[in-house]
């Protein structure tokens, strides 16, 4: 691990301010991603500027009847929060499904959202990687590629990302909120926050140097049976080879958003018309274009099972 400067912020603009103003700068919370990284020295940043201590920890009421997250309350709180489960249930459902009980103590609601991907080229410094290392090439087009995107990707990246909490977060229609080094503060839907690889794969999200986000809104709710479903190789802490978070009514309307095979959480609203006549052409749908390598194509019969056994156990549940 590279040294580097240490700062702690007394206010979420004082915060944006310090990280926009050093180079190579970094918010640090709960750390679960971000250290290892270091560790790694995939990440060097040259400054840390620690956060813990802001008020971003509460879950509170929004205006009308939606619920807003601050960006430091933990993976473990969130999931066990009264009125998530009972409102948004598919919410608290991804949470547990995602990392152990360990890391989802100290894992916040903004980390969990900006976690980089697990792609283990783009963990393996002697490996090319365009995210790590822009112009380096891309490992993983001609690597092993089990894991990796089978839509939404890109010749620059076909990694995915890891998070099951942004997947449900996706399906729920939840807004970012931020505030940015001046002191403006702006609100970001889910669907606009995830930036697609194209030839730019290293810039993830739409957030700028040193914004910082202070919280995620969530709309009211809006009913109807909640299912997150996460296939992965072993029964805990790994990430989704397909995840599915599924928001059904009782006439089969609903929506659906996809982890584990795109660079972002995958929601296409435009299938979602099909949900009440099934599962085969709401799949097809949901991963048009696909562009699977000969390691990954297994993922688009997975993902259309996995969505037909989801919708299958909503609706036994209306």
């Not at 919370?29 to 201590?53: F, S």
């Not at 403006?184 to 700028?208: C, H, K, M």
Request: aromatic letters at 4%.
């Amino acid at each position: 691990m590279k040294a580097f400067s240490y700062e702690r912020a007394a206010t979420p603009e004082a915060a944006a301010a310090a990280v926009a103003r050093v180079p190579d700068a970094k918010f640090i919370a709960g750390g679960t991603n971000l250290l290892d990284l270091m560790k790694l020295q995939i990440e060097t940043p040259a400054h840390l500027v620690d956060v813990n201590g802001l008020a971003l920890d509460r879950v509170e009421p929004a205006e009308g009847g939606g619920l807003r997250i601050g960006a430091l309350v933990r993976n473990t709180d969130l999931a066990a929060n009264e009125r998530v489960r009972r409102d948004y249930g598919v919410l608290s459902r991804a949470l547990l499904a995602g990392a152990s009980g360990q890391l989802r103590n100290r894992a916040t609601t903004a980390g969990n959202l900006l976690q980089r991907t697990r792609c283990p080229y783009f963990y393996d410094t002697r490996m090319p990687c365009n995210k790590r290392m822009p112009g380096s090439g891309c490992a993983a087009l001609a690597g092993m590629s089990r894991q990796l995107a089978v839509v939404g990707a890109s010749e620059a990246c076909i990694a995915t990302h890891p998070s099951d909490m942004a997947v449900a977060m996706r399906a729920l229609d939840a807004t970012v909120e931020t505030v940015r080094p001046d002191g403006a503060r702006r609100q970001i839907p889910i669907a606009d926050f995830y930036r697609l690889p194209g030839n730019t794969p290293q810039v993830e999200t739409e957030l700028s140097q040193g914004e910082l986000i202070t919280a995620v809104r969530l709309p009211a709710p809006v009913g109807g049976t909640h299912v997150y479903r996460k296939v992965r190789d072993r029964a805990s802490y790994a990430f989704a080879l397909v995840s599915v978070a599924a928001v059904v009514q009782a006439d089969g309307s609903g929506r659906v958003a996809l982890g584990g095979v795109a660079p972002r959480p995958w929601r296409v609203e435009a299938a979602e018309p099909e949900l009440p006549r099934g599962s085969r052409p709401t799949a097809e749908a949901l991963l048009a274009g696909a562009r699977p390598t000969r390691d990954n194509a297994f993922k688009l019969a997975l993902a259309e099972r996995t969505l037909a056994a989801v919708l299958a156990d909503a609706r036994r549940k209306t």
